[in-house]
């Protein structure tokens, strides 16, 4: 009879704790305008999944909108979409998304820079923008320097999560030719200004990713510039450090054969277990995760 009282207050902390289990989804998108409007308006797959109730955060892999940094109007219509000036949510600018340059209705919105660190729920964020050039050593070094202090400083989290849309992950270990995967690579991107000897990705920010590593703590880099050569990437380097990309591009094909040769476009969901400290990640289909959302 004891034994059954033991099993039975054993079954019921058990199920107690379940029921606890704080648990949060995050959204990775790249890529999330249509390409059927010279306005190059939402994919309307976006609005459909209804993000700000179904996920606790949402990032944006850029090329939000065809030209979003047109005016102000734009930025406003994207913060309406996707409530980016949530400090949770992120929006990593795209070439398009800096059309014109105008970086400034960006802080105006969300109220920060381009580049910038977050932390929350013991995930750090680093939200990068890979338009920035040596045309402006200020800017490139200022986010170097970023970089690095998260880098040198990171003790606690459990995942260190880097945000970019160009792939700047060139002579990685382990990782295939970056021109294969992703849409347009940017094969010389330059970290900083001050160090012509390392300043690409291999030599400049991926030791310090290494070194994070080496903390215990997950290293994850998302990429949104996808959806044309390949839909996605699920990639680790030789030294455990996760590259994913992925981003729409199905609103480009005008016939349902084109999108079946293409494939169908994918997204990325993070599932964050707070209670138990982990943080897992999968793909989905676009178009299966709307019909599955809507009918839950």
Known sequence: MRFVLLYCIFNLFVLSSAFTQEIKKYIFIGHPYTFRNDEGLFDQRCIDLDLKNNFDRIWLGGDV?????????????????????????HWTLGN??????????????????????????????????????????????????????VCDTISESLALILIMHHNICINIPGLPPV???????????????????????????YPMLKSVKQRNIKVFCLIGDYGYNSKFADLISTDQIYFLGCGLWNTAYTTPEQ??????????????????????????????????????
């Open 65 to 89: 909108l065809k030209h979003s940094m047109s005016c102000i109007e734009h930025v406003q219509q994207v913060d309406s979409v996707f409530d980016i000036s949530n400090p949770a949510n």
């Open 96 to 149: 398009h998304d800096s059309w014109g340059f105008n970086w400034e209705y960006y802080n105006h919105i969300c109220n920060r820079k381009s580049y910038y660190a977050y932390y929350a729920d013991d995930i750090t964020t680093l939200v990068l923008n890979t338009n920035i050039t040596p045309i402006d050593c200020e800017k490139l070094d200022e986010q170097y320097w970023l970089i690095k202090n």
């Open 179 to 205: 021109d294969t995967l992703s849409n347009i690579p940017k094969l010389f991107w330059n970290s900083n200004c001050f160090d012509p000897g390392n300043r690409w990705f291999h030599n400049s920010i």
């Open 259 to 296: 999108i079946e040769i293409a494939g169908p476009d994918i997204v990325l969901i993070f599932e964050h277990n707070l209670t138990e400290r982990t943080l897992n990640y999968s793909f989905h289909n676009i178009d299966t995760l709307v019909e599955s959302l809507n009918h839950k």
